[in-house]
Every structure is written in structure tokens, then in C-alpha cells.
């Protein structure tokens, strides 16, 4: 089946740091999501690209959709502790028929 | 604030037993669809739906059932619960007018079954 590698799996970083990951497929996609898991709540939606080569921002965070459209990347500035969580790429299946593929997650964790 | 709602929060069952996880919301999205959450795997698609009346199988169907009679509901059922079941279950809903595929998740269900 299709999937999506999602790296790293963990990172742990001190605060004020930089962080980069990203997600590679062997399939194209024409849209790509980046999620963040709070411990004990649902994924909320962080980006979402809709075209290749697209760079978007939401504050400190940057994602860019590859313009392979097998990759995308997501990179936090500056990290401050309310950073911690579990981050997922994910991508469409098929053309929006409700079905969402995962990446594993990046589990970060951020040293005050 | 409520959007995506699922119930219970937790439970713990027996091998053998069968239960019903809801989902509901109140944003008239059209699509909805049943995840499953194993450490170390992401979100696994379980079953989903296009609307009212239709549905389908995801990744990882077999041991569930889903009906979706109205929009807003779309109940999740373990037939015969087996300690392979134990996981975190997420309902998520998205509204395929807007061209946009941020999919709204609920907070989860976590599911032990002993």
C-alpha cells in the first residue's frame, strides 16, 4: 500500500532551537498536511499545501510541499516548550474521498 | 465549541464483548471517517464516508462496522472486542465544498480490551 516516511522519529531539543523534518513517498500526491498531537487530544491541523514547490507559514512554523510531490518538509523557529507533541505528515489517498494516509510522527520534545 | 464529538473518552472490555464508539458533529461536513493510533504507526484508516447512506473500508476494516444513517453521526462498532483492538481511536470530519482537506479531528477514545 501507499505510504508516507516520516524522519526523524524523535528529537529532543533545547529551547530556542530549530527544527526541521520532513516526509518522502515512492507515490505523488497533490496535497499535503501537516498535523501536531497534544498528549491525549486529536490531531490538529498545522499546514496544509495544495501545490508543488509551495512554501507556506503559520508563525513560526514553515512547510514547503516538494516539488516532486513526493516530499514535503516542515521546519519550527526558535522552539519554545508548548512545542512538545507528536507531528504528522499526511497526505490525501485519492482525490478527497475521506481518506487520509499518516506519516509514523516525529515525537519532539523541547528542554526549557 | 464543539465540532467533533466522541464518546466514551475511555473504556476497558473484555475480550469477546461488543460496544459502539460515537462520533458526532455539528458542522454538516459531508465526510467522515474512523482512525486507529498504535505507538510507532500513525493513524491507520479503519472506515470512512462520503455522506449519509454510504460508506467504505480503510486500511484496516476487518473486526468493525460503521453505518452512517445522518450527517451528523457516523457510530463505530466492535463486533467481538480482541486485545488487538486495544488502541486510541479518532473520529475526523472534513467539508469537501470547501476545496480544503483539513480534516477536524475528536479527542479520541482510548480502548483497552483485557
Known amino acids: 500500500g501507499q505510504q508516507l516516511n516520516q524522519s526523524p522519529q524523535s528529537m529532543f531539543i533545547q529551547e530556542g532551537e530549530d527544527v526541521s523534518m520532513n516526509c518522502t513517498s515512492s507515490?505523488?500526491?497533490?496535497?499535503w498536511l501537516w498535523y501536531k498531537q497534544d498528549p491525549g487530544e486529536g490531531p490538529v491541523l498545522l499546514i496544509a499545501l495544495y501545490k508543488a514547490g509551495e512554501l507556506t507559514s503559520n508563525g513560526r512554523l514553515t512547510a514547503q510541499f516538494g516539488i516532486t510531490r513526493k516530499d514535503s518538509f516542515l521546519n519550527i523557529s526558535a522552539s519554545i516548550p508548548s512545542d512538545v507533541g507528536i507531528y504528522f505528515c499526511?497526505?490525501?489517498?485519492?482525490?478527497?474521498?475521506?481518506?487520509?494516509?499518516f506519516g509514523q510522527g516525529t515525537t519532539l520534545q523541547v528542554k526549557p | 465549541n464543539a465540532g467533533v464529538t466522541q464518546t466514551p473518552k475511555f473504556q476497558v472490555l473484555k475480550t469477546g464483548q461488543s460496544m459502539t464508539l460515537q462520533c458526532a458533529q455539528d458542522m454538516n461536513h459531508e465526510y467522515m471517517s474512523w482512525y486507529r493510533q498504535d505507538p510507532g504507526m500513525g493513524l491507520r484508516l479503519i472506515h470512512y464516508s462520503v455522506g449519509a447512506g454510504i460508506t467504505d473500508q480503510g486500511e484496516v476494516p476487518n473486526g468493525y462496522n460503521v453505518s452512517r444513517s445522518t450527517t451528523e453521526d457516523f457510530p463505530l462498532r466492535l463486533l467481538s472486542a480482541a486485545p488487538s483492538q486495544t488502541s486510541v481511536y479518532f473520529c475526523?470530519?472534513?467539508?469537501?465544498?470547501?476545496?480544503?482537506?483539513?480534516?477536524?479531528f475528536g479527542s479520541g477514545t482510548r480502548l483497552t480490551v483485557v
Open positions: 475526523a470530519t472534513n467539508d469537501p465544498g470547501t476545496g480544503r482537506y483539513g480534516y477536524t
Open positions: 507515490s505523488i500526491f497533490n496535497t
Open positions: 499526511a497526505v490525501h489517498g485519492s482525490s478527497n474521498t475521506g481518506k487520509l494516509i
